[in-house]
């Protein structure tokens, strides 16, 4: 499936596709998430995967 293909599925425009694709944004919508996972008949653990970097857990006092 193309990432236009994706895109019309899901109804988000190509360029947000892209970016999500290319690892450019800090979040994604469920109802995203969801619309990728419908069309590509996967789970979400099959497409994002949690990196920690360092000094991502602070500590709050």
Do not use: W
């Amino acid at each position: 499936m193309s990432l236009n293909e994706l895109a019309e599925h899901v109804g988000i425009s190509y360029v947000n596709l892209s970016n999500l694709k290319n690892g450019k944004v800090k979040a994604i919508r469920f109802s995203t998430l969801e619309g990728i996972c419908d069309a590509l008949d996967c789970q979400p653990g099959d497409l994002i995967e949690y990196e920690r970097t360092d000094g991502s857990m602070k500590s709050r006092k």
